[in-house]
């Protein structure tokens, strides 16, 4: 087949628009996209004269395409003589190209979001025109989210749970699963006094427009009967909500803090001594227990490249933890039990130890293998009781 424009290759052109978002985006802007001239090859001089019932076809299936302008340029060929051939190809209108494309339904759609917008929250327009095949897809919705807008707007910072909102057709899970294009849609509508600008992600959603956020708990295990909270020398496996646990009285000469929930629970007793069901990278909250400043810390982790990254963040909040049992003779130790780490981090750690450093290069850099990990659950019990009777 000759590499000649078809017309669904001019359709395919103007479809490209439309899945950039740019056809949609006239519409709130105002920036002229059309008439638009599209790219069209068609056949050579030497095609002309080998192919000319080919060339008479495709001319006609061209002028056959509704919504098209084929302009036509003549030819003089020594042996043809005198021909008209398609030089240019056009969309002229707006109309034309949401016809072509099969999206006059979808346009019109997005024009009635556009102007719901314009009249209600003429601040959220900018959103359309940088998302507008997004705000198709939650054309049905649409309203819903200009009113929680709009309730935001009325009771800024409120202090209220999401729950309270008090909205037809609006619920905390309305709000969770659609807070990515609310927390935008906020942005623009909300004065700055009314955003914490440090407050980023999908996870500060609450803290960010100032609502009320389910309270961050901090489970923990008493080490030694000395230090339990509650009457009796049991085991005792507390949780707390994090401003409970800031203002505890507690005087432990030794915290552990570990990720896996198994070693959690079988961490052994240790005089003086209490261990935390790790967090991830939420420590900001732990590390306003201030009594947490006179411990001494220890972090046990994976050793695998985000293993160190906690701890990295761990230590900007408290400089003075530890690693136990993330060292190189321990990695070496447990080959049997290597595994891969699925996204592996690349930056730089700038809280780490020489040595530590040097292992979270190693790891990072595919030096032992390609994305390296080894879980602190697979590491035998013995080393970590060795571990804690030499220290």
Not at 42 to 62: K, Q
Not at 76 to 85: A, P
Not at 92 to 103: M, Q, S, V
Request: proline share 6%; hydrophobic share 40%.
């Amino acid at each position: 087949m000759p590499a000649w424009s078809t017309p669904s290759d001019l359709r395919t052109q103007v479809q490209k628009l439309w899945d950039r978002g740019l056809i949609l985006s006239s519409l709130v802007t105002g920036d002229a996209v059309f008439p638009r001239r599209l790219i069209l090859k068609g056949p050579t001089s030497t095609e002309l004269a080998e192919r000319f019932d080919e060339v008479r076809a495709w001319i006609a299936e061209l002028r056959r395409q509704r919504h098209i302008r084929i302009e036509m340029r003549e030819v003089r060929h020594r042996i043809l003589g005198s021909n008209c051939v398609p030089e240019e190809a056009w969309v002229d209108t707006l109309d034309d190209a949401l016809a072509l494309i099969g999206k006059v339904r979808d346009a019109a759609r997005f024009k009635q979001l556009v102007a719901a917008t314009s009249e209600s929250q003429p601040a959220c327009l900018p959103w359309l025109a940088k998302y507008p095949l997004n705000a198709l897809e939650l054309a049905e919705v649409w309203p819903r989210l200009l009113d929680v807008v709009g309730w935001v707007q009325i009771h800024p910072r409120s202090g209220v749970y999401l729950r309270q909102i008090d909205l037809p057709g609006v619920h905390s899970k309305f709000i969770e699963t659609h807070r990515a294009a609310l927390a935008d849609l906020l942005d623009l509508s909300l004065p700055a006094e009314a955003v914490d600008r440090e407050a980023t992600g999908a996870g500060q959603f609450c803290r960010r427009f100032g609502f009320q956020d389910k309270p961050v708990r901090v489970r923990f295990r008493m080490l030694d009967p000395l230090l339990n909270l509650l009457p009796g020398d049991g085991d005792q496996d507390l949780t707390l909500n994090h401003d409970s646990f800031s203002g505890l009285e507690l005087h432990p000469e030794r915290v552990f803090i570990t990720e896996n929930e198994i070693n959690f629970l079988a961490f052994p007793r240790l005089p003086g001594s209490l261990v935390i069901f790790g967090a991830g990278y939420g420590f900001d909250r732990l590390a306003q227990a201030h009594w947490l400043q006179r411990c001494r810390i220890h972090y046990w982790g994976d050793i695998d490249t985000h293993g160190f990254a906690i701890l990295d963040q761990l230590r900007g909040y408290l400089p003075q933890v530890e690693s136990l049992l993330m060292d190189r003779e321990t990695l070496l130790a447990h080959r049997d039990h290597w595994a891969i780490e699925p996204k592996p981090e690349r930056r730089d750690l700038p809280h780490l130890t020489p040595d530590e450093g040097a292992l979270y290069d190693d790891l990072r850099d595919n030096r032992f293998g390609v994305a390296l990990r080894l879980e602190q659950e697979r590491i035998g019990f013995g080393w970590l009781e060795r571990a804690l009777a030499t220290d």
